[in-house]
């Protein structure tokens, strides 16, 4: 539990936050549910600029989720996971008795950028 609770990016600049969630699919809407609390705790931390929950089109036995987030900087993200109610929120969702959830955290930065060209 303890690598869901910790985030030492060493950014100070923007990061998007990557993650994986899998649960089984008779589990997936009470998932979501439950993710939206953490994710509405998150959205008020300083820094935070975006949030989406992506579920696949079509389900099979498990559904794999991707969460993607957006911060101002990999400080503020830093200090956002510090964040005790986030902590108690992340703690009772993997806790969860109704939920068995398998996850992937990771962090990154751009490093490569495309835009619509205006030709």
Partial sequence: MT???ESKT???GPVTVMKSYTVPTDE???FTEVYQENARIMSAQPGFVR???HR???DGPETR???VAEWTSGTALDRATGNPEWQASLRRMFDDPALHI???PAGYRVVVEFHP???
């Fill in 56 to 58: 696949p089109l079509t």
């Fill in 28 to 30: 997936a809407d009470y």
């Fill in 117 to 119: 060209s205006s030709e």
């Fill in 102 to 104: 398998t996850s992937a």
């Fill in 10 to 12: 060493g950014v100070d």
């Fill in 51 to 53: 949030s989406r929950l």
């Fill in 3 to 5: 690598q869901f609770l």
């Fill in 65 to 67: 989720f991707v969460h």
